[in-house]
């Protein structure tokens, strides 16, 4: 069996605590997005994405809505490439998200946009894709070529430039992240320990659950991703909120659970409401004969409960924390594909670049 050390996809996560001062490249630009912003009175932000590109704009939403109060829409491109509509976003930003920058419903909507004289900006691997060309402003992850299929330090790089946008918003409200690059390569040493644990426990599974609350859901939805995409386990990622609502009755006996329990939110009432959740889930799952597999940075949370912890970098707030998730979780299903004896670099069926109208 082939090392995992030896495949891009590992090589290429761990480039990412290296890459960090590259995306504060764009501090110049963010500040200007955020001064016409609020200059022009908009109203709020749509995004467009698709995948892991979605999921990072997820994360985006949580942060504006969460710290601002600046409500954030995940917009359907469908709604323009295939029923025509013609989207009244005059008074948003418009943010395009994609890795490679050629999605071309993406770049639909980001025109219909910028025909209406929308504010558009888009976030991109590729400073000269069809994305990066067509929006007012353009955002570069700067973490050079990313060769294997599943995106990981592209993913990592546009949650960074996401926090990076909302806290030039507002310096004061939002949190800010000091000496990140050192902090998160201190978080792949423990996270490359502790995913070695985990993929030996979840690598025979056929399926699994991936469960997150809040800032940490769009974790979960990448997650449950890049195990489908690279270990074609049936991954099924849901906020768990959302999972009490019905999709919880799918639980059998011995199904892997694997929630993402961070210790800390981003305040104190957030913080005690979201442990009390984590600590409910668990529980529930338990109940229901879960064998479960709990991502934390504080396993005395869940002390004395039959489940499995695997430790994640204690973290100072949910933002940080969404970046050490980011590192466990591509970690995790490169380890995972290779005990499955499959290669995470180019998985069945798919291309590094989808295009979907």
Known sequence: MANYQDSLMWKEINEWPLRVEECEKNLPLIKKIAEEYKKNNLEGIYTVARGTSNHAMLFLKYLF??????????????????YDSQLQLKNFLVIGCSQSGEAEDVLQVLRQAKDNKSMTVSITNKETSPLAKEANYHLYCAVGEEKSVAASKTFSAQLYLSYLLVKAFDEKKVPSIHDLAAKLTEAAALADKETTKMANVLYKAKECFVLGRGITSPLAFEAGL??????????????????????????????????????????????????????????????????????????????????????????????EGAFYLALFIQMLACKVSHLKGLTPDKPRALKKVTITI
């Open 226 to 319: 890049k195990l489908q995409e690279t270990s074609y386990i049936h991954a099924f990622a849901y906020c768990s909120s959302i999972f009490y609502h019905g999709p919880m009755a799918m639980i059998n006996t011995g199904d892997k659970v694997i929630l993402l329990a961070p210790s800390v939110s981003l305040n104190d009432k957030a913080t005690a409401l979201i442990q009390a959740d984590e600590i409910k889930a668990a529980k529930k799952m338990i109940e229901l004969g879960a064998d479960l597999l709990i991502v934390t940075d504080n396993p005395e949370l869940f002390k004395g409960l039959k489940a499995s912890c695997y430790s994640l970098s204690k973290t100072a707030d949910e933002i």
């Open 65 to 82: 809505e969460s710290y601002l109060g600046i409500p954030v829409v995940n917009g359907n491109p469908s709604s323009v490439t295939i």
